[in-house]
């Protein structure tokens, strides 16, 4: 069974532009989540998804906005890039809510 | 406020040792908690997992030990090999589909 799949891999954006990122979940999982993971904050819970719907949301600012398609892949944007958005964007997927598997991440770096 | 709080942040052992790294949470409603290994330029990947009705759960190398009435857990790596280098966080969770809650990470060395 194929895992967590996220592109791309590394992005490098400058200041003001914006950003979508992608995840595609493990078959079969419906709730995708999104985590922020720098070295200063660790990893910090963004937003989640179930079923096309954001089912949770975490602290970030409004820039920070996801979605979910109806064969459960999903995307995270970013708009109006900061410095401090540099960090691993992660993606995890979950069967029933509790279990998390996670993806390699996505490494954006903002310049 | 961290809600869960790791230790220690980095341990080095050598081969064969027993390292044990420790986590402490305050939300008594947390009834999950898995702990995560990452390798540099990977994501986190699920090692093993406890809910708070067992004090013990081992898998392989790891153990998991909980102490609810202290409201701490612990992960112990028993015969520890070089290969286990590499960062651990603790989570936790208050029930199904609910965000996980994470450790600042323990970076793990273990040297030959």
């Known amino acids: 069974k194929a895992g967590v799949t996220q592109t791309p891999r590394y992005l490098i954006k400058t200041r003001g532009q914006q950003v979508t990122l992608s995840c595609s979940p493990i078959?079969?999982?419906?709730?995708v989540s999104w985590y922020q993971q720098t070295p200063g904050q660790g990893l910090q819970f963004l937003f989640e998804?179930?079923?096309?719907?954001?089912?949770n949301k975490g602290n970030f600012p409004g820039r920070f906005s996801g979605r979910q398609f109806s064969n459960s892949r999903s995307e995270m944007n970013v708009s109006t890039l900061e410095l401090g958005d540099s960090a691993l964007y992660l993606c995890?997927?979950?069967?029933?809510?509790?279990?998390?598997?996670f993806g390699q991440g996505t490494r954006l770096t903002v310049v | 406020q961290q809600q869960v709080k790791q230790s220690p942040q980095s341990l080095i052992v050598q081969k064969g040792g027993i390292p044990i790294i420790n986590c402490a949470y305050e939300?008594?409603?947390?009834?999950?908690f898995p702990w995560y290994q990452q390798f540099p330029g990977k994501g986190p990947a699920l090692l093993i997992a406890?809910?708070?009705?067992?004090s013990e759960k081992k898998e392989g190398r790891f153990t998991i030990s909980f102490n609810k009435s202290a409201k701490q857990f612990s992960l112990h790596i028993m015969d520890s090999q070089p290969g286990d280098s590499a960062t651990y966080f603790c989570?936790?969770?208050?029930?199904?589909?609910?965000?996980?809650?994470f450790g600042k990470g323990t970076r793990l060395s273990v040297i030959a």
């Open positions: 989570a936790a969770r208050r029930g199904r589909n609910t965000p996980l809650v």
């Open positions: 939300n008594t409603a947390f009834d999950y």
């Open positions: 406890i809910r708070p009705d067992v």
């Open positions: 078959s079969g999982h419906r709730s």
């Open positions: 995890a997927s979950s069967p029933l809510g509790l279990e998390a598997f």
């Open positions: 998804y179930f079923s096309e719907t954001q089912r």
